[in-house]
Nanobody
Framework: VQLQAYGGGLVQAGGSLRLACAAS????????MGWFRQAPGKQRELVAA???????NYADSLKGRFTISRDNAKNTVYLQMNNMKPEDTAVYYC??????????????WGQGTLVTVSS
């Protein structure tokens, strides 16, 4: 499974940005897709996840500002980010999880896309 992320860039505080992550390869066993982020000097943290059935999970601090969605026909997951804050500045990584891969499950990662929010 290969993942390609798009849409990062520079945005002013209060603005919006939409990230996309297109997956290719064997997607048959993929269930969860989503986004993590890593700010400078901090650990990677979960932003949002969406299952193949459409159920979602968000970091508590981001609920109401970020929305994750998924187009299964296009194997693409999106992250709509609104009312952005400087603390949202990070490299955003998309992922796809296959619970059957290698017998124990495996998370595939995209290459990361930089999001910078100016104050």
């Amino acid at each position: 499974v290969q993942l390609q992320a798009y849409g990062g860039g520079l945005v002013q505080a209060g603005g919006s940005l939409r990230l996309a992550c297109a997956a290719s390869g064997s997607m048959f066993s993929i269930n969860d897709m989503g986004w993590f982020r890593q700010a400078p000097g901090k650990q990677r943290e979960l932003v949002a996840a969406i299952n193949s059935d459409g159920s979602t999970n968000y970091a508590d601090s981001l609920k109401g500002r970020f929305t994750i969605s998924r187009d299964n026909a296009k194997n693409t997951v999106y992250l709509q980010m609104n009312n952005m804050k400087p603390e949202d500045t990070a490299v955003y990584y998309c992922y796809a999880f296959d619970p059957r891969a290698y017998g124990v499950g495996y998370r595939y990662w995209g290459q990361g896309t930089l999001v910078t929010v100016s104050s």
